[in-house]
Every structure is written in C-alpha cells, then in structure tokens.
C-alpha cells in the first residue's frame, strides 16, 4: 500500500527549531520528489517546499526560505523537514505528499507544529 | 506568485443536484512542455486532502466519475454532475504550473 507517515511535531517555543519526518512506504521513493504542504488552524492549504527524487532541485515558499530546509534519505525512504527560528505563524498541520502529474497525489495525516510561548 | 481565486466561496448543495466550482489563476498555467498543471483537491473535516483532478481534467484513481474538471489556461472548473452526501466538505485548486506551487481560497461545499 502507498503510503506517507508524518512524525516530529510538537509545541516549540519562537525562535527554536524542529525536525519533521516522514516516512514512505508501498512505492519506488527514490523516484519520486516529494512536498511540504502545510495547513495553519482553520485556513487553506499552502506549499511549503519540494526536493526532487535526487536534491540536486529544491524550492522553497518565501514565507520559509532561509529558515527551512528540505531533505531526503533514499536509503531509508525518509523525507525531512528542518525548521529553524520557528515563528508563532509556522503553527499549523504539516504534510507530506508525493509529486504526481504536476500535483501531489499521496498525502499522509499530517503532524502538528505549534510554535508559542 | 500565481494567485488562485475560486468561487463561491460556500456552496450549499442539494443531494442529487449538480454543483460547479471556478478557479481562475492570474498567469496561463500552461508549461513550456505543452501540459497545464492544474489539480483539484477535497479535504472533509480532520482528514488530508485527497486529490481528484489532475492536468485539468484527469481522474485520480477511484475517483467517483460524478466529478470531472475543465478549463484552459486560466480558467477552470469542477464539476459535480449528482452531489452526494459524502461530497462535503471543502475543495481546492491548485497549481502546479509556477514555483512557488499555490492554491485556491478553498471552496466550502455543503448539503443544504
């Protein structure tokens, strides 16, 4: 079975750092590059930043850029999401989620970030 | 960035009634390789999204055929031939066209 698993979150104060994981399984995950989508409480979805199947490509959203850090382990079908100077507006679910055809077709549950005080 | 607004916004339904969701972009989302990267989601309530259209018009895997999506460049629409009750919940376009990736307002359908 195709799937995404998302761990890491938690509550963190501003200005600390966090790491997410996710961890993919049911399909070739070198192949692939992979997404962060997140979803603060009560709002729409926004791109957070994609690595291409080989990290020789990764884009960021500008909200993120120079805090956050997109990483991937083929050897262990991880992806990563490192979250430096954490600001109270970084509160929110984060995904995980294959690209596909110009979208992202496999999602996983998401794991929570709350950034306070 | 590429901005995505959909409308309505809400969108109550009746049971066996069509409905129709619009997405328009601020920029042609039609790529240098000739493919428009335009996707559909829906997200019902403490779920993750699932994705329903992709390139346009292209049903995920098991999507219900009620639903179906079209548009060119920057315009675009779902449908929903027959709504049905699990068909709540909230909708978003999104395009995958431009870095950075955006989405839609989202679009919140629900059963009159």
């Known amino acids: 079975q195709v799937q995404v698993a998302e761990s890491g979150g938690g509550v963190v104060q501003p200005g600390r750092s966090l790491r997410l994981s996710c961890a993919a399984s049911?399909?070739?995950?070198?192949?692939?590059?992979m997404h962060w989508v997140r979803q603060a409480p009560g709002k729409g979805l926004e791109w957070v930043a994609v690595t291409s199947h080989d990290e020789n490509n990764k884009y960021y959203a500008d909200s993120v850029k120079g805090r956050f850090t997109i990483s991937r382990d083929n050897s262990k079908n991880t992806l990563y999401l490192q979250m430096n100077s954490l600001r109270a507006e970084d509160t929110a679910v984060y995904f995980c989620?294959?690209?596909?055809?110009?979208?992202?077709?496999?999602w996983g549950q998401g794991t929570t970030v709350t950034v306070s005080s | 960035d590429v901005v995505m607004t959909q409308s309505p916004l809400s969108l109550p339904v009746t049971p066996g009634q069509p409905a129709s969701i619009s997405c328009r972009s601020s920029?042609?989302?039609?790529?240098?390789?000739?493919?428009?990267?335009l996707n559909w989601f829906h997200q019902r309530p403490g779920q993750s999204p699932r994705r329903l259209i992709y390139?346009?018009?292209n049903r995920d895997s098991g999507v219900p055929d009620r639903f179906s999506g079209s548009g060119s460049g920057t315009d675009f629409t779902l449908k929903i031939i027959r709504v049905e009750a699990e068909d709540v919940g909230v909708y978003y376009c999104?395009?995958?066209?431009?870095?950075?990736?955006?989405f839609g307002q989202g679009t919140k359908v629900e059963i009159k």
């Open positions: 049911g399909f070739t995950f070198s192949r692939f590059p």
């Open positions: 390139k346009v018009s």
């Open positions: 920029q042609s989302l039609v790529y240098s390789d000739g493919n428009t990267y």
């Open positions: 999104m395009q995958g066209t431009h870095w950075p990736w955006t």
């Open positions: 989620a294959r690209d596909d055809f110009g979208g992202v077709d496999v």
